[in-house]
């Protein structure tokens, strides 16, 4: 219960707000606040049944406008990661005829490879077929034809 309550009254940059208030439209009352009185707890015991219906009423009608906020400030926030991420991205494009290497799949294996110093790329291989979807075809000293394979896989050969 105590991981709850604290999980969903903390503030999150994305939204700018706590998913408790996002939820339920007001601030969550934590245990601490009923043991040591807040200014928040003691207004809140100091108004009237009608009026605290009334405020509270206010509270859920502004909800759906404090929603949509929250869900504006969330798309501009993921624009800036976004934005972010793409400078430092750098395309990887290969003409037919380029020499590449290869990543080792699968990265993650079970076992240790035998020693730690070992390469994490196969190749040189050279790129016989080049797709418009950032896809290759490769073909090694020997003939033998790789792929298609994601571009993403693939780094310049340089002797």
Same mark, same amino acid.
Request: contains cysteine.
């Given at each position: ?41 003691? @207004? ?19 909800? /759906? ?13 993921? $624009?800036?990661?976004?934005? $972010? ?12 005829? /380029? ?20 390469? *994490?790329? /196969? ?6 077929? $080049?797709?418009?979807?950032? $896809?290759? #075809?490769?073909? /090694?000293?020997?003939?033998?034809? @790789?792929?298609?394979?994601?571009? *993403?896989?693939?780094? #310049?050969?340089?002797?």
């Amino acid at each position: 219960m105590w991981i709850w309550v604290i999980t969903r009254t903390t503030h999150r940059r994305p939204t700018q707000a706590t998913p408790y208030s996002l939820i339920y439209g007001v601030e969550a009352v934590l245990p601490l606040e009923r043991q040591i009185p807040s200014l928040r707890l003691a @207004i809140q015991e100091g108004i009237i049944d009608e009026e605290n219906t009334r405020l509270r009423l206010a509270e859920l009608e502004a909800l /759906d406008e404090k929603r949509l906020e929250a869900q504006q400030i969330f798309k501009c926030y993921q $624009a800036r990661l976004s934005h $972010a991420f793409n400078k430092r991205v750098r395309s990887r494009s290969f003409q037919v005829g /380029d020499q590449v290497i290869v990543v080792q799949r699968p990265i993650i294996t079970s076992h240790k490879p035998i020693g730690k110093f070992t390469s *994490k790329w /196969d190749g040189p291989y050279v790129v016989q077929e $080049a797709y418009s979807s950032g $896809a290759y #075809k490769l073909v /090694d000293a020997a003939g033998m034809r @790789i792929g298609p394979i994601n571009g *993403k896989f693939l780094k #310049k050969y340089y002797p």
